[in-house]
């Protein structure tokens, strides 16, 4: 299944990476800024060691009142063979389209109309059917696929911040258990990446851990998907269950 996108991607090349949430891009043989829609890490790499990286941008045009045009989507780790995608929050869109599909829902046994965005405690869920809670978390910080020599020997493992998940899963743990709820997480992946084993094993995530073991225990399920970023579409490429939760 897929989403067409109203407009095609461009492809260009990023330069450099000037600060959190800015590229220079090189576009028709020109020099110009975009937006970059992750302020932290990607796919391992420093800012400074961020350029000469193929990508697709999308185009707000000039009438758009944005500081930039245009939005980086996708990077190509692997010279432009394979883009991945790195907005966070088109994650949401993405399923939000893919949950109007019988065959998602039916393997995410959700049954009822899904709303966006539904407040719970002091949280805010992403989507809710029915009584089932749906949180959708997006890995940009790392690359688990195969990139290019050059981009390889630039990647370093992260340990990015997961304050925010733990609030959700405590709030998701505390709804199951007091009202009977139903509860998912669906980490998404925005190019074809192998099932994602976070790294419980690491002493930093042991207060997170012990959480875990409460919601798995309570009923929280959790589900990777992939999705395949192109010029002209996002495609689901495969939804499944995972064993570990993150």
């Not at 000469?52 to 185009?59: A, F, N, R, T």
Request: with cysteine.
């Amino acid at each position: 299944m897929k989403l067409m996108f109203e407009q095609p991607l461009i492809k260009a090349k990023i330069k450099a990476r000037i600060n959190r949430f800015i590229f220079i891009v090189e576009l028709d043989g020109k020099e110009v800024e975009a937006h970059c829609p992750s302020g932290g890490t990607i796919a391992g790499i420093s800012r400074k060691d961020f350029k000469d990286i193929e990508c697709l941008m999308s185009d707000h045009g000039t009438d758009s009142g944005r500081r930039t045009r245009y939005t980086v989507e996708a990077i190509s780790l692997d010279d432009g063979l394979i883009y991945a995608g790195i907005n966070q929050t088109k994650s949401n869109r993405y399923v939000e389209y893919f949950l109007q599909y019988d065959e998602v829902k039916n393997i995410l046994q959700v049954k009822d109309e899904v709303k966006r965005e539904k407040k719970l405690g002091n949280s805010r869920i992403d989507f809710k059917a029915g009584n089932c809670y749906i949180e959708v978390k997006t890995m940009v910080a790392d690359y688990y696929c195969k990139a290019s020599p050059r981009l390889t020997d630039l990647m370093k493992e992260q340990h990015p911040s997961i304050d925010r998940m733990q609030k959700h899963i405590r709030t998701l743990t505390n709804e199951i258990k007091a009202n009977n709820s139903r509860a998912i997480i669906i980490t998404v992946f925005q190019y074809n990446a192998p099932t994602f084993n976070p790294p419980i094993d690491n002493p930093v995530y042991a207060e997170f851990v012990e959480d875990l073991k409460l919601a798995k225990a309570a009923g929280l399920r959790q589900y990777q998907m992939n999705i395949l970023i192109t010029e002209t579409y996002a495609e689901l490429i495969s939804l499944k269950e995972n064993e570990v939760i993150w």
